[in-house]
Nanobody
């Protein structure tokens, strides 16, 4: 049984930073492609970032490239999302997920999801 628990969300002003954490159990993040998604009210869930288990290569949505950084700590079995220079349009519930197969950016490629953590950015 894979369990993912996100934390680190909150209410911040535009320009601030937050670091989200995704603690995994039942599967090691070092051997799994892990992704972050977000979903704003009334919108579809959208891809944010991915880190591959092999070599730790990373990929980002254009909207966050240069501002967000995905990383992992294998010893803690945790994946992080460092978010800098936050904008009001970053406001959403952020989810981490385990990628099973297929496109990096499609939610259908991911099987296990956390419960999400709310990020609210005020202007």
């Amino acid at each position: 049984q894979v369990q993912l628990v996100e934390s680190g969300g909150g209410l911040v002003q535009a320009g601030a930073s937050l670091r989200l954490s995704c603690a995994a159990s039942g599967r090691t993040v070092s051997s799994t492609d892990m992704g972050w998604f977000r979903q704003a009210p009334g919108k579809e869930r959208e891809f944010v970032a991915l880190i591959r288990w092999s070599a730790g290569s990373t990929y980002y949505a254009d909207s966050v490239k240069g501002r967000f950084t995905i990383s992992r700590d294998n010893a803690k079995n945790t994946v992080y999302l460092q978010m800098n220079t936050l904008k009001p349009e970053d406001t959403a519930v952020y989810y981490c997920a385990v990628k099973i197969a297929g496109s990096d950016s499609r939610p259908s490629s991911y099987r296990y999801w956390g419960q999400g953590t709310q990020v609210t950015v005020s202007s």
